[in-house]
């Protein structure tokens, strides 16, 4: 048993917990690591691989049984995004969004009739699903949605865009949200689900992106998109505290990611270190190297301790707000450190495409930007510390 409490917390990973972090690394590293790098280079989309991780439960994890989901708790979800993350971060953001924005906001404010209809599907992995509240010029700043969506009396009339769309081009529903009434300032933006292939539903291009290069991110163009009044999501003017609430759990999931991508090039640092000779011996039997080896396991355990400590919070039904900001600026901040000596340890191998630590450095940027920037997570710790 690997066990660890933090305020009266305990973190007991039991059997069921561990037999799920095996399943997940096992996938990781025989069905991603293969293509990985190829992937990467040509900004492939994972579609086979994607389709086998709905099959064995890894898209709607925490979702009821009852509309097809694991039925599992938020520990195994980011057991889970840890091991696949350590393979390949385009991979783990897909069951991320899948998984924390699209499907737990479906399963805890939709609809029975939108359950039924988008969750199930969802939840078994037999389409994704993409949450769309980035805009031009609304990043960091949620409140200042340009995109509209008119009360035409039995549906909305959508008009805008949205911009870095994580499963943007392959995903078969998206989360849209969008300002109805513009005086009732954040009060008066809507959440809707609107469905691919509707009239004036344009997909733009892919991004060329730095890093996570095989997830599918776009540009979603809406021109006078019909959507029913019964693809809101919640009352009217509910869409901010929907966006905002899920974008709270959401943090856990991207917490998890960097927490992998830290531990992934850690793992590979070490391994590098003990087969890499230097002056006669080992690297790893260097000094030098022992104190990077040493520095990036300990900062990678505190990462996961808070990753955890989130998770069980929200498991346990408490206030995971604070939690959830600390584990992601910190296990962002450690991913994007680590990689980088991950890199150092490699020396000059490191620095080329055919060894995993390269990808793994890129990767580890996007976590320190996406779903709330670094400066964001200060931002709501220091509001929540001087509650």
């Given amino acids: 048993m690997a066990a660890a409490t933090i305020e009266g917390l305990n973190f007991n990973l039991t059997e069921e917990h561990l037999a799920v972090k095996e399943a997940a690394r096992e996938f990781a590293q025989t069905e991603l690591l293969p293509t990985a790098i190829e992937r990467d280079t040509h900004s492939k ?11 064995l439960g890894f898209l709607g994890m925490m979702v009821s049984p009852e509309y097809g989901g694991g039925g599992m708790d938020t520990v195994s979800y980011v057991l889970a995004m840890e091991e696949i993350s350590k393979v390949d971060a385009s991979a783990s953001v897909v069951m991320s969004v899948n998984n924390s ?23 078994s992995g037999k389409i994704i699903g993409s949450f769309c509240l980035s805009e031009p010029e609304a990043g960091s700043d949620a409140t200042s949605q340009s995109t509209t969506a008119v009360d035409m009396g039995d549906h909305y009339l959508v008009n805008g865009t949205k911009n870095w ?16 009434n513009v ?20 997909v733009g291009k892919k991004e060329d992106k730095m890093g996570i290069r095989s997830s599918d991110t776009h540009s979603l163009m809406f021109t006078d998109v019909k959507v029913p009044k019964e693809n809101r999501i919640g009352e009217d003017g509910f869409g901010f505290k929907f966006a905002m609430t899920t974008l709270n759990g959401g943090r856990i999931g991207i917490a998890a990611q960097a927490l992998g991508i830290a531990a992934g090039a850690y793992e590979l640092a070490l391994k590098y270190s003990k087969e890499r000779k230097a002056f006669g011996k080992t690297i790893s039997e260097h000094q030098a190297i022992q104190f990077k080896l040493a520095e990036m ?17 929200k498991d346990e039904h408490k206030d995971f707000i604070q939690a959830a900001a ?46 709330g920037t670094s400066e964001i997570q200060k931002l709501v710790i220091a509001r929540e510390i001087l509650k």
């Fill in 45 to 55: 989309f994972p579609t086979e691989e994607i389709r086998k991780m709905g099959e």
């Fill in 165 to 180: 769309i994580t499963n943007g081009g392959t995903s078969s529903v998206s989360l849209v949200i969008a300002q109805t």
């Fill in 297 to 313: 396991a300990t900062k990678i355990e505190a990462a996961r301790l808070l990753v955890y400590k989130a998770a069980r919070l």
């Fill in 183 to 202: 005086e009732l300032k954040h009060k008066g933006i809507n959440a809707l689900i609107i469905e691919k292939g509707w009239d004036g539903f344009v």
């Fill in 326 to 371: 600390m584990a992601k600026l910190f296990a962002s901040e450690v991913a994007m450190w680590a990689t980088t000596e991950a890199v150092q340890i490699h020396g000059g191998y490191g620095y080329v495409k055919e060894y995993h630590v390269e990808r793994l450095m890129r990767d580890a940027k996007i976590t320190q930007i996406y779903e």
């Fill in 101 to 123: 924005l699209v499907c737990w906001g479906l399963e805890t404010f939709g609809t029975e009739e939108q359950k039924q209809k988008y969750l199930t599907p969802l939840a």
